[in-house]
């Protein structure tokens, strides 16, 4: 009997395990990657599920390797991963920067560890946020959702594929260590529930086809290796027929391109949740794992009768500008719980402008933060109010 | 070099069907032995007899790299090194049709040498095609896992005082299933053999020593490009059949070429099917087990 693609029920499943669930959900068929800690139990999975559903596992002799295998499955025709931690985010870099150049879909899970380098290879970190942003050279958008729970990587896995594929791009999950390990409820829901972007193909002939001549949207249909439109990418600067130009005008054409379908399409890829905002005077803005801390933490703070809230950010990058910009007149201070010596905080520093206090509640990696802490900076920012 | 960019040239090319002649002209030199060899791929490719809209060809970084964006096919011209992965991925997403990689040996021997040793190990199944020119030309002419002792570059002003590899041994040494070498002026044996190779399956390697006469070529004073590639010919001698590591590159005696291996081995899509049948015994064979033990007087 084949194999269940889509595990509907409920499980009891770590964050890795989930991952793969819900990648294989979205028609996830090649998983090209590389051992390492914390994400290894994703390649795992993926050896053992993908086989019996049609789909191609490899391990690739590093990552450089394994973020091209899958920027080449793609060009395959079919949907494409990879899972990683810190050191081997690094290496798939220059890679990533290729399929943001040739508008490949694909997504990259890192569940990030402690850095730098080797770090604490077993224990929680959240210090790539921004080199998942800016760590391949040259300049782009990119998209990243930041999971922190189990269901939520199953759930953004899901809308990670969907991302890549309306906007033809490497999109990350920015995973981390106690996401990626823990065991909690994961539920999938029926396969006929699960809504899926397709890969948007070709509308024209092939002798009428250029390969990077955008849909209104910004986004161009993608012809696969053997569907007859004979194809030419490059990772050089390139026109509208996929052919390499050096000159100042097509840098522009197509650095626009990719950087504008990404802002163009801001409110359709940025998600966020909200909890005690209503009347909050101190907003606590919080991605992954960190979120869960500074969940608990508002929640006592709201026991004390302290008016704090929570802003959860589901999309990590794009970042949520116009949002903060807003709220930063509503509110008397926002903290930033992240497990790293400031990243994200930076851009919501830049987005308050200076219309009210931003803190961050920093954490040098090797645990999450403890409520308490998060609370303590509750009350301090609330005293200098 | 006199047409104008994106301007048709008058007279057709036999290759024409092949080429993406909006692109032309191309950005190689003078005397330089890519095109020679991009003409004997092509000529290949279509003596093969492989429905075009069935075959894709991958190019890395560097001269012979470019050759991606001249061809009419579907062409990936990726990032430096990693033609190899990317086209393993493309393979195992498509297992359909050909795929031929066509690269110069900085990219796929140093940058990508590790990639190069893996595809051949696990049969993947590719052709490909590395055009030696004995250094990065692209670069201005630095030395390369290929420059010759004592060869001048500019990385090595005095001498290369490196050993280069034997691509082949090292190719046949990883499990590729068909190896050759040839020099750019072999041009129907050269051609044969790519031929022969995209009727492989699984994975197959031919070099072609390839005329530099811009950057490495100046500087040993090797003369014009027609000089470097009839030197190259000329000292060539052909040892089918021979052991791989015996196939040297000695300038001081000869060039070994011809075609070295010609085998046959399951590809990795063949062992992936076969194993995921799950209908062999498991590993350690039976009438292994215990061996050790049995060995020791344990049992």
């Given at each position: 009997?084949?194999?269940?693609?889509?595990?509907?029920?409920?499980?009891?499943?770590?964050?890795?395990?989930?991952?793969?669930?819900?990648?294989?959900?979205?028609?996830?068929?090649?998983?090209?990657?590389?051992?390492?800690?914390?994400?290894?139990?994703?390649?795992?999975?993926?050896?053992?599920?993908?086989?019996?559903?049609?789909?191609?596992?490899?391990?690739?002799?590093?990552?450089?390797?394994?973020?091209?295998?899958?920027?080449?499955?793609?060009?395959?025709?079919m949907k494409a991963m990879t899972s990683t931690s810190g050191p081997g985010f690094s290496l798939m870099m220059e890679n990533i920067g290729l399929g943001i150049c040739t508008e490949t879909p694909c997504v990259v899970c890192n569940v990030q560890r402690a850095g730098p380098s080797t770090g604490l290879p077993t224990l929680v970190g959240q210090g790539d946020m921004m080199q998942a942003r800016w760590g391949s050279h040259g300049h782009y958008e990119i998209i990243a959702v930041a999971p922190s729970s189990p269901q939520e990587m199953f759930d953004f896995t899901i809308r990670a594929f969907n991302l890549s594929e309306q906007y033809r791009l490497p999109v990350m999950i920015m995973a981390d260590e106690v996401v990626g390990h823990m065991t909690e409820k994961v539920v999938i829901p029926?396969?006929?529930?699960?809504?899926?972007?397709?890969?948007?193909?070709?509308?024209?002939?092939?002798?009428?086809?250029?390969?990077?001549?955008?849909?209104?949207?910004?986004?161009?249909?993608?012809?696969?290796?053997?569907?007859?439109?004979?194809?030419?990418?490059?990772?050089?600067?390139?026109?509208?027929?996929?052919?390499?130009?050096?000159d100042a005008i097509a840098q522009e054409d197509m650095v626009n391109r990719i950087v504008g379908k990404i802002r163009n399409n801001l409110d359709d890829i940025i998600r966020y949740e909200t909890a005690d905002m209503d009347d909050a005077e101190i907003a606590v803005v919080a991605y992954g794992i960190a979120a869960r801390s500074a969940r608990r933490a508002v929640r006592e703070a709201r026991e004390k009768g302290l008016r704090a809230g929570l802003l959860k950010l589901n999309t990590v990058w794009p970042?949520?500008?116009?949002?903060?910009r807003e709220l930063a007149g509503n509110v008397h201070a926002m903290i930033m719980p992240e497990i790293n010596y400031g990243q994200m905080v930076l851009e919501l520093e830049r987005c308050a402008a200076g219309r009210c206090t931003v803190r961050l509640v920093p954490h040098a990696g090797g645990s999450i933060h403890s409520p308490k802490t998060v609370l303590n900076a509750i009350e301090t920012a609330l005293k200098e109010a | 070099m006199g047409a104008k960019r994106g301007r048709k040239p008058a007279l057709r090319h036999p290759q024409d069907d092949l080429l993406r002649t909006d692109?032309?002209?191309?950005?190689?030199?003078?005397?330089?032995?890519?095109?020679?060899?991009?003409?004997?791929?092509?000529?290949?490719?279509?003596?093969?007899?492989?429905?075009?809209?069935?075959?894709?060809?991958?190019s890395g970084i560097g001269c012979t790299g470019r050759m991606a964006g001249y061809v009419k096919l579907d062409s990936?011209?990726?990032?430096?090194?990693?033609?190899?992965?990317?086209?393993?991925?493309?393979r195992l997403a498509r297992p359909?049709?050909?795929?031929?990689?066509?690269?110069?040996?900085?990219?796929?021997?140093?940058?990508?040498?590790?990639?190069?040793?893996?595809?051949?190990?696990?049969?993947?199944?590719i052709t490909v095609v590395c055009v030696n020119n004995f250094n990065y030309g692209m670069t201005g002419g630095q030395l390369a896992p290929s420059t010759p002792f004592n060869a001048r570059t500019t990385t090595s002003p005095i001498g290369c005082p490196e050993e280069p590899f034997n691509f082949c041994h090292m190719a046949a040494a990883s499990g590729a299933v068909y190896v050759a070498r040839w020099t750019a002026l072999h041009i129907r044996r050269l051609t044969d053999s790519i031929s022969e190779a995209l009727q492989k399956r699984g994975f197959s390697f031919v070099e072609v020593l390839s005329p530099c006469p811009t950057s490495f070529g100046r500087r040993n004073k090797m003369g014009k490009g027609l000089?470097?590639?009839?030197?190259?010919?000329?000292?060539?001698?052909?040892?089918?059949?021979?052991?791989?590591k015996e196939a040297t590159l000695d300038f001081s005696t000869n060039l070994v070429v011809g075609k070295f291996v010609d085998i046959e081995r399951p590809t990795f899509l063949d062992n992936y099917q076969l194993i995921n049948k799950r209908e062999l015994p498991a590993w350690p064979a039976s009438t292994d087990k215990g061996a050790g033990k049995k060995a020791a007087g344990l049992v």
């Open positions: 009997m084949a194999a269940k693609t889509v595990l509907t029920g409920t499980h009891f499943m770590n964050g890795d395990y989930a991952c793969c669930e819900g990648a294989i959900a979205a028609g996830c068929r090649f998983f090209g990657g590389y051992p390492i800690t914390p994400a290894t139990e994703v390649a795992e999975r993926m050896s053992s599920r993908l086989p019996d559903i049609g789909g191609i596992y490899i391990q690739m002799e590093d990552e450089l390797a394994s973020m091209a295998a899958v920027l080449g499955a793609s060009w395959g025709g029926p396969e006929d529930s699960i809504e899926l972007v397709p890969r948007r193909r070709p509308a024209v002939p092939p002798e009428k086809f250029r390969p990077f001549k955008p849909d209104p949207d910004g986004v161009a249909p993608m012809a696969s290796f053997g569907d007859g439109y004979r194809v030419h990418i490059t990772g050089l600067t390139h026109d509208q027929r996929g052919y390499p130009v050096m970042f949520p500008e116009k949002l903060i | 692109r032309i002209p191309h950005i190689w030199c003078s005397g330089c032995g890519i095109g020679t060899v991009f003409s004997c791929v092509l000529s290949a490719i279509k003596k093969s007899g492989h429905p075009l809209d069935d075959v894709a060809m991958v990936y011209h990726t990032t430096h090194g990693r033609a190899i992965p990317f086209a393993t991925g493309l359909q049709g050909k795929i031929l990689v066509c690269s110069g040996d900085g990219d796929l021997l140093a940058i990508g040498g590790n990639h190069f040793i893996h595809a051949a190990r696990r049969n993947i199944d000089d470097i590639v009839k030197y190259y010919h000329d000292k060539s001698v052909i040892r089918n059949n021979i052991d791989p």
